[in-house]
């Protein structure tokens, strides 16, 4: 049908050419042109609704197409959030948390017990560094593309939907320059796992370092947090606004929680022990270098 039509179109545009011409008197003869113009004219009419009705279903097509796949990247922004990401966040909290409570080698043991899990370099790609990398970018093209009405509708959720998207941000850069400063260290042979606790004590000892990491862990607790509110809703499981009320709170309790647990765990990384393991290491690495 395709082809037919535009078989049709072809010889309309060449026979106004022809028509054109023998007006200019190069040549005088149009060869029953002048019948298909005229068919031409008088199915114009006609045809230009199936063609408009043709454009309108492909791009309407099109534009479902581009709305599925941006409701599935959303969901999957979503889902690898909370599910690889927030247990992570949580056992990594954990860990930490350690050195507040328990000390230097209490941290060290809960270090090399993640370190010793069967597969450990297969679980932190597939179930960390991928999610991350995915989660991280296109979060940033969220932020990026986001319209944000807080100046004209000052809302407690629009303010909530503004927070979690500066600290988003925030967030990417952290968590990024905390794996160079320790995975990526490791991986290079620059560190070792036994030593992450006095590498961190070394790093805290920076006054700006120690402001960056403070407000790193905590807009990464509140990014989670309020990501958890918003996973419940769009998933449909806090579906009623009584029920999405309860649960915020519920968040903001989670998100006050994990950020004074976070806080601890790097003023337990500043404790004495931590500073004399740091100082012994860095005597160790002046002998032998």
Not at 227 to 253: E, Y
Not at 256 to 277: D, H, P, Q, T
């Amino acid at each position: 049908m395709s082809q037919v039509v535009h078989k049709y179109k072809k010889a309309v545009s060449a026979c106004r050419k022809v028509v054109y011409l023998s007006k200019k008197r190069v040549i005088g003869e149009t060869e029953g042109c002048d019948k298909l113009l005229t068919l031409s004219t008088a199915t114009s009419k006609m045809r230009m609704p199936i063609y408009q009705k043709l454009h309108a279903r492909n791009g309407k097509g099109k534009r479902q197409r581009m709305k599925r796949g941006y409701f599935y990247s959303r969901k999957l922004h979503s889902l690898l959030g909370v599910i690889p990401l927030g247990f992570f966040m949580i056992t990594h909290m954990v860990s930490n948390f350690s050195a507040f409570e328990g000390g230097l080698d209490s941290f060290q043991d809960k270090v090399a017990l993640i370190n010793g899990l069967p597969l450990v370099l297969v679980l932190e790609i597939f179930g960390i560094w991928l999610p991350l990398l995915y989660h991280g970018v296109y979060g940033l093209y969220i932020a990026y593309t986001a319209r944000n009405n807080v100046g004209n509708f000052n809302y407690g959720r629009n303010f909530a939907f503004l927070m979690q998207r500066i600290t988003g941000v925030i967030t990417f850069i952290f968590v990024t320059w905390h794996v160079f400063e320790t995975r990526v260290q490791i991986a290079l042979g620059n560190l070792r796992s036994e030593d992450l606790g006095t590498h961190m004590n070394s790093i805290f000892a920076n006054p700006f370092m120690l402001a960056f990491y403070v407000i790193g862990a905590v807009a990464a607790s509140y990014h989670f947090a309020n990501g958890l509110w918003a996973f419940f809703v769009s998933w449909g499981i806090t579906v009623g606004p009584r029920s999405q009320k309860v649960f915020a709170k519920i968040c903001m309790g989670l998100f006050v929680i994990m950020s004074v647990m976070f806080v601890l765990a790097i003023v337990g990384m500043r404790k004495e022990e931590f500073e004399a393991a740091s100082a012994i290491l860095a005597s160790a690495k002046s002998v032998i270098g």
